[in-house]
């Protein structure tokens, strides 16, 4: 009987030890994210196994759209929170200091990531790593994204961006947000390097005097035709030359989400930045004949 015993206890340890590492580490840490941008950070970690509930707005990848959900990223309900026992919380931006706070008095362990530009980015691709026990799946993330990024070419003649947010008001972004930085490492410059803060107002004059080559439009319901019609707008050389992209064009999460696709909307970005320059150059050898 004893021998019995001691060999299905045998068999036991052996059928643990035997497990792959993400076996072992779906079971804990239990995590509650209140971010889409850290949410898919944790998936491409091949972390979603962790994930007890998500936010609404936590819709890529597919999964997700089927994960438990906890309210809203403005508005998250606390009590299912603490009534799920999460052993972590993920959230972002400045503008969840106040969820953060609330969730810390009441004994959570929260983690905060906040991206400001892509070097922001592949640290927390390391830190989550850590977090999750997932240290190899992070670094292959790491050097695969960094891989990409360094085989980016920059156009010579880098076109002037300029990159709307929201059009009433009008509002845009410095270069020193994580979307003036896609544009910088997709080779283009945005023409307003320097604001009061990252997320902006700006007036129609400025973008007007600016002239930008290109403009690119981040929310939805709007057309192309809007943008052309605009009082004063029929100079800029990006309506001349039939240079806007909307979300029709490009998909706004690819660029405004600071997580791992965010390489995907810098790849698109860069073929239309290289397309451009590649025209300039032609009209100006054409002019030069």
């Known amino acids: 009987m004893k021998k019995s015993v001691f060999l299905i206890l045998i068999a036991i340890i052996i059928v643990y030890c035997s497990k792959t590492e993400t076996e072992i580490t779906t079971l804990k840490?239990?995590?509650?994210?209140?971010?889409?941008?850290i949410a898919e950070i944790v998936c491409t970690l091949d972390g979603e196994k962790n994930i007890l509930?998500?936010?609404?707005?936590?819709d890529y990848p597919e999964i997700l759209k089927s994960t438990?959900?906890?309210?809203?990223?403005?508005?998250?309900?606390?009590?299912?929170?603490?009534?799920?026992?999460?052993?972590?919380?993920f959230i972002s931006g400045l503008e969840q200091e106040v969820i953060k706070n609330k969730l810390n008095k009441l004994g959570m362990k929260v983690y905060q990531f906040y991206p400001n530009n892509i070097n922001d980015l592949i640290k927390i691709f390391e830190d989550i790593g850590k977090l999750l026990n997932k240290e190899n799946s992070s670094l292959k993330i790491i050097n695969t994204f960094q891989s990409e990024l360094n085989s980016i070419i920059i156009p010579e003649?880098?076109?002037k961006i300029y990159v709307e947010i929201y059009n009433n008001p009008l509002m845009t972004v410095s270069t020193n947000s994580f979307i003036g930085d896609i544009i910088e490492?997709?080779?283009?410059?945005n023409i307003f390097q320097n604001l009061p803060r990252d997320y902006c107002r700006v007036s129609a004059e400025s973008i007007i005097e600016k002239n930008p080559d290109i403009i690119i439009i981040t929310y939805s319901g709007i057309v192309k035709s809007e943008i052309k019609n605009r009082l004063g707008w029929g100079n800029v050389n990006a309506i001349i030359n039939d240079r806007i992209y909307t979300p029709e064009d490009i998909d706004p999460?690819?660029?405004i989400r600071a997580g791992p696709r965010c390489i995907d909307g810098i790849k698109i970005l860069s073929i239309i930045f290289q397309n451009f320059s590649s025209s300039n150059l032609r009209r100006s050898l054409g002019n030069e004949k």
């Open 29 to 37: 840490p239990g995590l509650i994210i209140l971010s889409p941008e």
């Open 53 to 58: 509930a998500v936010i609404n707005e936590c």
């Open 68 to 89: 438990e959900k906890v309210g809203s990223f403005s508005s998250p309900n606390i009590e299912k929170i603490v009534a799920l026992q999460p052993d972590m919380i």
């Open 157 to 159: 003649n880098k076109p």
């Open 185 to 189: 490492k997709s080779g283009g410059k």
């Open 253 to 255: 999460d690819l660029l």
